[in-house]
């Protein structure tokens, strides 16, 4: 019986094959599985801040008849982290553009030799709605990030924010960090009110597009509204 086998030309061309597949197909499994841990993520922290809300309402009523609404830090300190085992209070935001649960650990990006911790979908850093002195920020145990916003901050009444790594890159707006609000005694999604359409426009402001000025602001409201999926 008369043997065969592979050439060493033959066995090269395979390898190069596979290696041209890999890398075709590669990053779109990266991708995939950190979409899948970012879903995760996020339902996870709106599930724990929920609970701790209605927690909270229980013992001291509904939330907007908390009194101490004009410091995010008390909110935080006397209502919130009492009903999450394990979380950690980071105080008030040292300024706006270092503002959630910063300490020496966390990614920052860097423009002309500013440094700043978060930015929209188009790169333009994040500034407002981070407040100095006023924007609060708590740690949870899975090394997730939750901040808030009092009330006395021009229009963002009650803005709530979940970095879900928190230190950790790429502190991009509808990557890693999320939007919420207060409303009528609830947590939803910041831009739960908008039209689908608006919330997907590369042409409206803020819109969960990478091509929308200042994009991300709506991002959590998209990804529920798309069924707890990411795709953008």
């Known amino acids: 019986m008369k043997n065969t086998a592979f050439t060493l030309a033959e066995v090269l061309i395979t390898l190069g094959i596979i290696g041209i597949v890999a890398a075709m197909t590669l990053p779109a499994i990266i991708s995939k599985k950190q979409s899948v841990e970012t879903i995760t993520r996020l339902k996870r922290s709106y599930s724990i801040l929920s609970q701790a809300f209605k927690m909270a309402e229980v013992k001291n009523g509904t939330i907007d008849s908390w009194t101490e609404w004009d410091d995010a830090e008390e ?6 982290i009492p009903e999450i085992k394990g979380a950690k209070s ?8 270092l503002a959630l649960c910063y300490d020496e650990n966390s990614k920052l990006h860097s423009n002309a030799n500013v440094l700043f911790q ?7 850093h ?16 899975d090394g997730s990030c939750i901040g808030l916003n009092p009330k006395d901050v021009e229009v963002y009444v009650n803005n709530v924010f979940v970095d879900v790594n928190g230190p950790k890159p790429p502190n991009i707006a509808g990557e890693d960090l999320f ?23 590369s042409s409206v402001t803020n819109a969960c597009n990478r091509k929308s000025f200042h994009g991300g602001f709506v991002c959590a409201a998209r990804v ?7 795709k953008y």
């Open 224 to 230: 529920i509204s798309d069924g707890w999926q990411i």
């Open 118 to 124: 978060y930015s929209w979908m188009d790169g333009v």
């Open 75 to 80: 909110i935080i300190n006397k209502y919130l």
């Open 179 to 201: 939007f919420f609000t207060i409303d009528n005694n609830a947590l939803r999604p910041y831009g739960y009110n908008w039209n689908y359409e608006d919330m997907i426009s």
């Open 90 to 97: 980071y105080g008030k935001a040292q300024n706006s553009v």
């Open 126 to 141: 994040i500034s407002s709605p981070f407040f100095t002195e006023k924007t609060a920020s708590f740690l949870l145990q």
